[in-house]
């Protein structure tokens, strides 16, 4: 294998856990509630941009990387409180939209509370490349890398030890049957989007520092991280991170072999496919028809 | 819709229009709207009135097509823009670089674009809910890309397919019918905006504008032409007069999407007409 090859791995790989625990988000929400929450990408955006103005103020780096997820986690619960929980019996589109009505209010506040501008953070552990079979990788990319397995194998241990754990993936799969034996499923919801706005900013802190961020950077991964989540079957843990892998490495060779300015058509081609001949996605998960 | 009609019909005003109770507040309402578009540009005191309101217009028609879809047919769609920048590029590009007459280019772009409508349309509207939104927005931000990067109609499809098709309608033709309808609309007006202003840019073809003209749609209220419209004039009039304080549009759009979808997600139209019919019952 050349080193071009092994280098579009590389950024592959590393784009592609983005978007899985940017999926990861998408599909626990979708699992506490049946929402689809075009938000997601909001989270990431504060997640990357909280941590940026935290570090300013001179907060060491983990302590800003904790701050800005918890900032995420609490304007996620606040959303499912303030806004989608308060419209329970709603349809798909009214739920559609009042999810990307907050997403806009949220870039909108961003804008405010922030600037327009594009803002770098520092990576973790420097920017001097290393040399592996003949690419040249930045070592953030490792620290996306690892610090998605971590968080598969915390959620992994989460959902399968914990009572809160239990209770959502019990919920996910029979709400009626979850509620019988005792579970609070609103306390799931508000769990969920807590859970998933925590998600969505950690991608937002790890990818800043290679990506750059501003108020706008939650549109496209958000959309990402809907298109993997779909990808790998709506509502699948699994899924989403297969998903978000797979939609990463095919842009990345896309963009590397076909043609960069149409990375992202790539990427919505291979969706409208799958949606057409496999609409559970490749791992399958939930059915897609609903009478 | 038809109880609010009827009662119109029946009430106090003494209908002087002998046609039946059904037709007689529909044609009274087009009568209206007739006689408003006909005498605003003697309103409209400036040039920047008279601009804002043909924006309107455009945007109207176009949302008057998606009601068609989300409000009647039940199916949403986050990729409508990307029909309008087709509608807009191709019309545009007809008439500027292959001189057909600007009738006769707006005419074939619209074609055109009915045309791959009505090809995509089957397998995606087999889709259903999210994975239709999925779908469409994926639709539109393909069609967004390329165009940036190369400088039946019955009411009761909304209420269930199963009983519509019971009763012997064919849901899925008249779905992919209304969708390409709806795409028609909007390529229309997409030619005509690039006719008008002269220009046009990706922009229109965003999923931003798509989100934008859902939201026209549902603020009005689904289902209603009327609240399309309103819907339409409301969200093109406000960022105008947000650009005075244009930090806080974002803000105020999205709060607006919001609440209308928590409190009234009839949409503004349907709310207001059932309070009003209400209160004079």
């Not at chain 1, 991608?203 to 501003?214: D, E, Q, W």
């Not at chain 2, 769609?77 to 500027?96: I, M, P, V």
Request: charged fraction near 10%; proline fraction near 4%; charge should be positive.
């Amino acid at each position: 294998m050349g080193g071009q090859a092994v280098q579009f791995l590389a950024s592959g790989l590393t784009a592609g856990s983005i978007y899985a625990l940017v999926a990861l988000g998408f599909s626990i929400i979708f699992n506490a509630s049946r929402v689809i929450n075009f938000a997601q990408g909001e989270f990431v955006m504060i997640g990357g941009m909280s941590a940026v103005s935290l570090v300013a103020t001179g907060v060491p780096m983990p302590v800003a990387i904790l701050g800005a997820i918890g900032i995420a986690a609490i304007v996620g619960l606040a959303l499912e409180r303030l806004a989608v929980g308060r419209a329970k019996n709603a349809d798909i589109v009214t739920l559609i939209i009042i999810t990307i009505g907050a997403s806009i209010f949220l870039r909108g506040v961003a804008q405010l509370v922030w600037d327009k501008n594009i803002h770098a953070l520092a990576p973790l552990s420097g920017d001097t490349p290393i040399a592996f079979l003949g690419a040249t990788i930045v070592p953030q990319s490792l620290w996306v890398l690892g610090a998605t397995v971590a968080v598969v194998i915390a959620l992994s241990w989460f959902f399968r030890r914990t009572v809160l754990g239990k209770a959502m993936l019990a919920t996910s799969y029979n709400p009626l049957a979850a509620q019988l034996v005792g579970i609070d499923i609103k306390k799931v919801l508000f769990a969920s989007f807590g859970l998933a706005a925590g998600l969505g900013a950690l991608a937002g802190v790890l990818i800043a520092p290679i990506t750059f961020t501003s108020h706008e950077v939650g549109i496209m991964l958000g959309l990402k991280g809907f298109a993997a989540a779909i990808l790998g079957g709506l509502g699948s843990f699994p899924g989403a991170i297969v998903g978000g892998l797979v939609l990463g490495l095919l842009e990345s060779l896309g963009a590397g072999y076909v043609s960069s300015a149409y990375k992202d058509v790539l990427a919505f081609v291979l969706i409208l496919v799958v949606l057409f001949f496999r609409p559970d996605g490749i791992l399958g998960a939930v059915k897609s028809e609903r009478v | 819709m038809e109880s609010l009609a009827q009662s119109r019909a029946s009430g106090s005003e003494a209908p002087t229009l002998p046609a039946s109770p059904r037709v007689a507040p529909r044609l009274r309402g087009l009568a209206v709207l007739a006689l408003v578009l006909a005498l605003l540009p003697f309103a409209l005191v400036n040039a920047y009135f008279y601009d804002v309101a043909i924006l309107v217009c455009l945007n109207a028609i176009v949302c008057v097509g998606l009601n068609l879809l989300i409000g009647y047919a039940g199916q949403i769609s986050l990729g409508h823009a990307g029909f309008f920048g087709l509608g807009a590029y191709g019309s545009a590009l007809l008439a500027a670089n292959w001189g057909v007459p600007p009738f006769a280019a707006l005419l074939l772009a619209t074609a055109a674009v009915s045309l791959l409508a009505f090809v995509v349309g089957r397998p995606i509207l087999r889709l259903k809910g999210n994975y239709l939104a999925m779908a469409t927005l994926g639709l539109g931000i393909i069609i967004a890309i390329v165009l940036a990067n190369e400088d039946g109609v019955t009411g009761a499809l909304h209420g269930s397919e199963v009983a519509a098709e019971v009763v012997g309608v064919d849901s899925a033709g008249q779905k992919v019918m209304v969708f390409v309808l709806s795409a028609a609309f909007a390529a229309a007006a997409g030619g005509l905006t690039a006719f008008y202003s002269g220009f046009i840019t990706p922009s229109k073809a965003s999923f931003m504008h798509s989100v934008e003209l859902v939201t026209m749609v549902v603020f009005g209220g689904m289902a209603s032409t009327f609240g399309a419209v309103v819907g339409a004039a409301v969200l093109t009039v406000l960022p105008q007069a947000l650009t005075v304080v244009k930090e806080y549009e974002m803000v105020v759009l999205g709060a607006v999407m919001m609440v209308t979808m928590i409190f009234f997600p009839r949409g503004a139209v349907p709310t207001l007409a059932a309070r009003f019919g209400r209160r004079s019952r």
